[in-house]
């Protein structure tokens, strides 16, 4: 199963085993399992929140949108400790394990380049903690 799938399945029984919310746990499970994905169409705010922050953290897309002294705080509070280069690994085992996993789709072809490509957290993979 995909990574997003996974996760957004894991979140749902999570959040309805501590709150018993069905509307809570929906919203946030559909956030998780829609943040990949990049097609036509409407996403709710909380998907696209994560998204844009997914797309900053993991390829280093829309830089301004964001202030940079609160990416440097974000940063100092949870070190990436080479993010990228661990995600990009992880990345290509998840497509050569499950070639028909949601990574895997055409457009996803130069995922694992942008990933070791991310120009605006490079500076902060590359500090050590």
Known sequence: MSFEFKGG?????FITSKCGSDEIADDVSEAIIRHTDFVDGKI???GQLIQLATT????GSNPDLYN??????IVNKWPRKNFNNHFAKLMELEMNHKPGSHTTFPACSDFIEKIRN???????DKLSY
Do not use: A, Q, R, S
């Open 9 to 13: 399945l894991i979140t749902h029984n």
């Open 44 to 46: 709710t705010p909380l």
């Open 56 to 59: 900053l953290d993991v390829i």
């Open 68 to 73: 940079n002294k609160t990416i440097d705080d």
């Open 118 to 124: 991310n120009k605006v957290m490079e500076k902060y």
